[in-house]
């Protein structure tokens, strides 16, 4: 089973960008589909974007798109989440999750392997 560690959160200023990162380590990396989830307090987590294995195909929620890029790179066991154009209702706490392929990408329930997430705080 593969662990996940999150990094590159922090606080930043709206228009600012920012690069979130995902370490995997104890599974084979490339075989798992990606995502990044958020969370707010008082809501439920919700879909950011997914990759797949490969990184050939890739999807974003409505409200990101065009603005966040996902990205991985097999051969060091990372996915990334660089974010643009931050806007105050971006704020959250970021889950770098994984899981096999077959099943919904954008339902976190599918999910088997979650990372700690980290803080992104966007200041007005």
């Known amino acids: 089973q593969v662990q996940l560690v999150e990094s590159g959160g922090g606080l930043v200023q709206a228009g600012d960008s920012l690069r979130l990162s995902c370490a995997a380590s104890g599974g084979t990396f490339s075989t798992y589909t990606m995502a990044w989830f958020r969370q707010v307090p008082g809501k439920e987590r919700e879909f950011v974007a997914f990759?797949?294995?490969?990184?050939?195909?890739?999807d974003y929620a409505q409200s990101v798109k065009g603005r966040f890029r996902i990205s991985r790179d097999n051969a060091r066991n990372t996915v990334h989440l660089k974010m643009n154009s931050l806007k105050q209702d971006d704020a959250a706490v970021y889950y770098c999750a994984a899981k096999r392929p077959g099943a919904s990408a954008y339902n976190s329930i599918e999910y088997t392997t979650w990372g700690q997430g980290t803080q992104v705080t966007v200041s007005s």
């Open positions: 990759i797949t294995p490969s990184g050939a195909a890739s």
